[in-house]
Nanobody, 123 residues
Framework: QVQLVESGGGLEQPGGSLRLSCVAS????????MSWYRQPPGKERELVARIGTGGLTDSGDSVKVRFPISRDTVQNTVFLPMNRLPPADTAVYSC?????????????????WGQGTLVPVSS
């Protein structure tokens, strides 16, 4: 049906940068909000940033400048550049999106999660 696949995670040193990507595929009619969440070790999942269809963004105060979320509506992809990473940004980062998709021949509203990608920040 519809799936999200993240890429770009991996070990990074403190102060370094990474860019996460999340590609949506499947029987997609339209995509509404696309978001990035993260779950640090031993903590609950939290919203990192989200972006609407018109490009309007909303981000947590701790990452608003360092993680400028963006999306490519043609490629059905959302990006999360992550800059000046401290160890506190270590987490599993997951993509989420709200879709209108074809399911069993009919249009349905779906909310889908990606599988998550681990970003350890350590020297």
């Amino acid at each position: 049906q519809v799936q999200l696949v993240e890429s770009g995670g991996g070990l990074e040193q403190p102060g370094g940068s990474l860019r996460l990507s999340c590609v949506a595929s499947g029987s997609i009619l339209s995509i509404d909000t696309m978001s990035w969440y993260r779950q640090p070790p031993g903590k609950e999942r939290e919203l990192v940033a989200r972006i609407g269809t018109g490009g309007l963004t909303d981000s947590g105060d701790s990452v608003k400048v360092r993680f400028p979320i963006s999306r490519d509506t043609v490629q059905n992809t959302v990006f999360l550049p992550m800059n000046r990473l401290p160890p506190a940004d270590t987490a599993v980062y997951s993509c989420w999106a709200a879709f209108l998709a074809v399911v069993d021949g009919s249009a349905r509203s779906l909310e889908v999660w990606g599988q998550g990608t681990l970003v350890p920040v350590s020297s």
